[in-house]
């Protein structure tokens, strides 16, 4: 047996070498796949429905892979559409379809698998005990998924049933990476460990390329290994760089979790053919007792005003650390002044990060820096926009003279690079679910649709 997987790019929209592509295309893969979403970005695409990567570059990559499914007469699947995978961003990937097909006069079958949670269908799973925490996992109550949107992710079941009914495109909502990989040389008989780990070889693109881009890999699976080849000229792979992406976004790189089981690579062995091709061999899948779908869930917290500053005095920067707490109680007491008790300083909070001091770490850096300067990123989180703004206009004042306790008189102690320096950031998201569902068939939490174009 021999089956040939593109993987045109990491990630829909982002780009991929059109050369390269057409390297992959001339090997005539048996389905292209790629994936359009993560949840790298934190929430907001989740919690707004708004995707992170703009429709124009959407649209150039797809009209690419369109025309290369119709060449081939193969099966495209993509996965997570509209980065979140939220039922708005399989609509909006479609509405593009749709267009593409009509411009370029293409004709096909498209299914588009929804992946969208009721929040009666949530809290019905709730009551019922079926809804796990994982590590670290946020506590929740029932009443969480009314104010939250909330996604499965998929398996490769979903995807498997829309390419049994003859569909030759399919969009999915949220999906784990690997299945969208991996559920076409399940159909076709492939050895579980090898399809699971080359599709996690290569649910990124060339990400584990040398160098990493968003460029194509195709791989070549067989009885008993896969080869993953790097499709852009300048890239080429390594075992070492092949072996790395077990690592990627997961804790453990021998022990990978998918809805239906885990794929063990302990044993997987990596073996350079030339410089653009790995060989793999060894992983196992080991099926779970019970099958589980992961939950994503975002909501609203707040609005947001930003301003950005720096300063370069040795004085001020080692004075900021104590003086910044004494400015938090300040600007509490100045909110209840200015809006004469409308607005309660609890729900308002002012953040500073300073960056050049450990902000990227925030507060755990492990050795003390001394920067001769310092970038000041100051942040006002209130319930709504206007609130924010008001409340930034003060704090970006006050923070620009700082009384400094060295200096007599007053000191000019933030630079602001922009006039004015408030900037308002719109709505702020967070996560708010870290669970999985269990006592669940694999596709009942999925919806799907299919059309003739």
Same mark, same amino acid.
């Given at each position: ?74 099966? !495209? ?7 979140? @995978?939220? +039922? =708005? /961003?399989?609509?909006?990937?479609? %509405?593009? *379809? ?81 299945? !969208? ?7 076709? @008989?492939? +050895? =579980? /460990?090898?399809?699971?780990?080359? %599709?996690? *070889? ?94 994503? /869930? ?6 947001? *005003? ?148």
């Amino acid at each position: 047996m021999e089956l040939r997987i593109l993987a045109p790019t990491g990630a829909l929209g982002a780009g991929f070498d059109a050369d390269g592509f057409r390297r992959g295309v001339a090997a005539r893969p048996h389905v292209i796949a790629c994936d359009a979403g993560s949840t790298d970005s934190g929430p907001a695409a989740l919690g707004s429905g708004t995707p992170k990567l703009s429709a124009q570059a959407v649209a150039r990559d797809l009209r690419l892979l369109l025309k290369a499914r119709d060449e081939l007469k193969v099966p !495209l699947i993509i996965g997570s559409c509209g980065t979140s @995978g939220r +039922d =708005a /961003g399989v609509d909006q990937v479609a %509405a593009l *379809t749709r267009r593409i097909a009509d411009e370029e006069n293409l004709h096909f079958k498209l299914a588009l698998i929804y992946s969208d949670q009721p929040a009666d269908r949530l809290q019905d799973l709730y009551d019922a005990g079926r809804i796990r925490p994982l590590a670290h996992a946020p506590e929740i109550d029932r009443e969480l998924f009314e104010r939250s949107h909330t996604v499965a992710m998929m398996g490769v079941e979903p995807i498997q049933e829309a390419l049994v009914g003859g569909c030759d495109v399919i969009l999915a909502g949220r999906a784990s990476d690997t299945a !969208l990989f991996a559920a076409l040389p399940h159909l076709r @008989g492939a +050895d =579980a /460990g090898l399809a699971w780990h080359m %599709a996690k *070889t290569i649910e990124c693109g060339a990400a584990c390329a040398v160098p990493p881009s968003a460029n194509g890999l195709l791989a070549t699976l067989r009885d008993d290994h896969f080869d993953v080849t790097a499709l852009a000229d300048g890239t080429r792979l390594t075992p070492r760089s092949v072996a790395a992406h077990t690592l990627y976004e997961n804790a453990d790189p021998f022990h990978i979790a998918e809805p239906s089981g885990v794929l063990d690579t302990t044993d997987a062995t990596y073996e350079a053919v030339d410089e653009q091709t790995v060989r793999v061999r060894g992983a196992r899948y080991l099926p779970a007792d019970g099958y589980t779908n992961k939950l994503e /869930g975002a909501e609203l917290v707040g609005y947001q *005003t930003v301003i950005i500053g720096g300063v370069r005095d040795r004085i001020v920067i080692d004075a900021l650390p104590k003086l910044l707490p004494f400015a938090q109680q300040y600007f509490d007491a100045k909110i209840l002044d200015v809006f004469d008790g409308a607005v309660d300083p609890a729900t308002i909070d002012i953040d500073y990060r300073l960056y050049g001091g450990g902000a990227v770490l925030d507060g755990t850096e492990p050795d003390p820096l001394q920067p001769r300067e310092l970038g000041v990123l100051i942040t006002v989180t209130a319930p709504d926009q206007a609130t924010a703004h008001a409340i930034a206009t003060l704090v970006a004042h006050a923070s620009s003279h700082l009384p400094i306790a060295e200096y007599d008189g007053l000191v000019s102690t933030l630079a602001y690079p922009y006039s004015p320096p408030e900037t308002d950031r719109g709505p702020l998201y967070r996560f708010t679910l870290n669970h999985v569902v269990t006592g669940i068939t694999p596709t009942e939490l999925f919806r799907t649709t299919t059309e003739e174009l």
